[in-house]
């Protein structure tokens, strides 16, 4: 299995609070994102990452908001969390932007 | 229309069976497509690439068609450890490439 660890796995929060999520790779790959997956929308691309410093948005980017300071870590932060924020968040990484992404187990965050 | 559509089901089929799922894009310029596999609370995982030619990995069978703009999978001897969720992948190019997952179609194998 590709070398990706997500953290936390599990985390509740109340409205209005900060969250940040962590993603972890040991593969070295250049590509990193961020996806929620919500029943009915399947994944969802909230950012992505090309490159240390290097990121832009996706599909379902407001509220939250990303960093990349190493190849490694790729972090994705709410905010100020919000009930419609609660879902499943997996992180991903792949070599280039046109081959397959490996995910890391996600993150299920509730916000009450 | 969405970029990419797939039959939610659930596919209901006994063990041994023959089930094929379907697949639609929207962008003709899309190069590059997978199958994934996700069960119930797990990650998603890469199940198989799909090529111009078509491919074969053991029971299961990848094909594209271009033209019409569609990809599938099929799944020979259907057996219990098949039930997933399968979610078909397609790279787009808008300005950066990037992975466009379908919804997912559900697999349920009986005994």
């Known amino acids: 299995d590709a070398g990706i660890t997500q953290s936390p796995r599990h985390k509740v929060t109340e409205t209005g609070t900060p969250v940040t999520l962590r993603c972890h790779q040991t593969e070295n790959h250049r590509y990193m994102y961020w996806y929620r997956q919500d029943p009915g929308h399947g994944l969802r691309l909230i950012h992505y990452?090309?490159?240390?410093?290097?990121?832009d948005k996706g599909e379902v980017s407001d509220g939250y908001s990303v960093s990349r300071s190493k190849t490694e870590d790729f972090l994705l932060t709410l905010e100020s969390a919000t009930s419609s924020q609660t879902s499943v968040y997996f992180c991903a990484i792949s070599v280039s932007g046109n081959t397959e992404a490996f995910f890391g187990q996600g993150t299920r965050l509730t916000v009450v | 229309r969405k970029e990419v559509e797939q039959d939610p089901g659930p596919f209901n089929v006994p063990e041994g069976a023959t089930v094929a799922f379907n697949c639609t894009y929207s962008?003709?310029?899309?190069?590059?497509f997978f199958w994934y596999r996700q069960d119930c609370r797990k990650e998603p995982k890469l199940l198989m690439s799909v090529y111009s030619s078509g491919n074969e990995d053991g029971r299961f069978t990848a094909q594209l068609n271009r033209a019409s703009q569609y990809i599938s999978l099929l799944i020979r001897d259907s057996k219990l450890s098949d039930s997933a969720t399968y979610l078909c992948?397609?790279?787009?190019?808008?300005?950066?490439?990037?992975?466009?997952f379908g919804t997912g179609t559900r697999l349920l194998v009986s005994p």
């Open positions: 992948v397609v790279v787009m190019n808008t300005g950066f490439q990037k992975l466009v």
């Open positions: 990452s090309y490159g240390v410093k290097d990121t």
């Open positions: 962008n003709s310029a899309s190069q590059s």
